[in-house]
């Protein structure tokens, strides 16, 4: 197989039946404007009435089997916006893709108007609006995610090139594949016609991994935490930040209680929490001899659906993006901040106070990715 599409609906006929005036996806009200959706007080958004072209890489891959689905029904992009598919894997992986388009076809999803089967990068690459790089080599036991550098690299100077040429030029790129930071730098470097701000890599598995040990510690359910940062790399240096979190209806419906004081034990913080968010993927992979699919389809979901669609009111999400330099982060270096979005763009939340040990650990994690860009910068 090079390319082979499959046309699932029929696209004209599908959006005059569902494009009513106003619509409600997340708690946030939309309204047609022209082709367009946009929240309603939020200026434009990516929700369109025309289908948009959405790229998965790695398309034959564990992650993919849970975040295909996930896209087709309408957990990406809201339940009113179709999608034209394109699925890219490596050839040897054609007859698993073929299968895969099987069961999206099988699965009778109405937002699915298309599906491109590839194993050819341009086809895959060309007109796409949102690209999911997940396609690379996982980690095995033993390793840490930079030792996959050497083998991964090469894929994502390959695409970042590819994104460059064929890719619509308000792409939005999310690269999952390890060491994600790193390889999201490549591929942004190699596309370098795109704004960087258009590229980000993947630690919303991170956060949500964080928020889920701080509700269990709390004794909330996790819709209840926010505000847990990712500083730096989606790696062992990363650094879990509960200081500026928030438990929302605690200790009574409508309050909200600072999480670091609620959850009254440092000892547990910093000796417990931060080590198992920091080596939660091990822990899968040694549990399950593979490494987490399904939880990071969930993150991705969340990552992209936050971009496009925008951040809650005070809410603070964490996303690996270019650094501008702030908070004396290097400019260039592709870090996790806390950001907010809006009208499809990311923005830095700025002016959040540092305690000194959060900022020794930043200064480590950066120390890493300084070394990983060095090391990747040297295979190109
Ligand atoms: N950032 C994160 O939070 C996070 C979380 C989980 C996994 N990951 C990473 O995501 C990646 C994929 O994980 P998985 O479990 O789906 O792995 P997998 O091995 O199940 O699937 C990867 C797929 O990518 C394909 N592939 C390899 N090279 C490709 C290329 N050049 N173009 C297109 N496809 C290609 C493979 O054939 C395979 O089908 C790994 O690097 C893993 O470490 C990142
Ligand atoms: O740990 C891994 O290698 C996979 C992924 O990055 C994860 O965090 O689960």
Not at 53 to 59: D, E, H, I, R
Request: hydrophobic share 40%.
């Amino acid at each position: 197989m090079d390319s082979a599409l499959l046309r699932i609906n029929n696209i004209s006929g599908h959006m005059t039946r569902s494009c009513p005036m106003r619509r409600e996806f997340g708690g946030q009200q939309f309204q047609q404007q022209g082709t367009a959706w946009s929240l309603i007080n939020s200026g434009p958004c990516v929700g369109r009435a025309s289908p948009i072209k959405v790229l998965v890489t790695g398309a034959a891959g564990q992650i993919a089997y849970s975040l295909i689905f996930m896209i087709a029904s309408g957990q990406m992009f809201g339940p009113y916006q179709p999608i034209q598919l394109h699925l890219l894997d490596i050839p040897k992986m054609a007859d698993a893709l073929k299968g895969v388009s099987m069961e999206i076809q099988d699965g009778a999803y109405p937002l699915v108007h298309s599906v491109l089967c590839s194993t050819d990068v341009q086809s895959a690459f060309t007109g796409v609006h949102v690209a999911l790089l997940v396609g690379a080599f996982p980690r095995g036991p033993g390793m840490q995610r930079k030792d996959l550098l050497k083998v991964n690299v090469s894929i994502f100077k390959e695409q970042g090139e590819a994104l460059g040429k064929y890719a619509s030029r308000d792409v939005k790129v999310l690269v999952v594949g390890n060491p994600a930071n790193t390889n999201a730098l490549v591929a942004l470097t190699k596309a370098s016609e795109l704004p960087p701000q258009n590229f980000s890599a993947l630690t919303r598995l991170d956060q949500n991994r964080a928020a889920s040990m701080v509700s269990d510690k709390v004794g909330v359910n996790v819709d209840n935490v926010s505000n847990v940062i990712i500083w730096g790399n989606h790696s062992l240096t990363q650094v879990p930040d509960v200081t500026h979190a928030i438990i929302n209806n605690y200790p009574a419906a409508g309050l909200t209680s600072p999480a670091l004081s609620t959850i009254n034990d440092d000892k547990w913080v910093s000796e417990s929490f931060m080590p198992l968010v920091q080596n939660r993927g091990a822990a899968v992979i040694a549990a399950r001899k593979l490494s987490s699919a399904a939880s990071a389809a969930n993150a991705i979901v969340g990552h992209m659906r936050d971009w496009l669609m925008g951040t809650k009111q005070g809410e603070i999400v964490s996303m690996a993006v270019i650094s501008d330099g702030s908070y004396n982060v290097p400019k260039g270096l592709i870090f996790s901040f806390p950001v907010t979005c809006r009208n499809g763009e990311w923005s830095i939340v700025q002016g959040l106070k540092i305690s000194q040990s959060i900022q020794q650990k930043i200064d480590i994690t950066t120390k890493e990715l300084q070394e990983e860009k060095e090391t990747a910068f040297s295979f190109l």
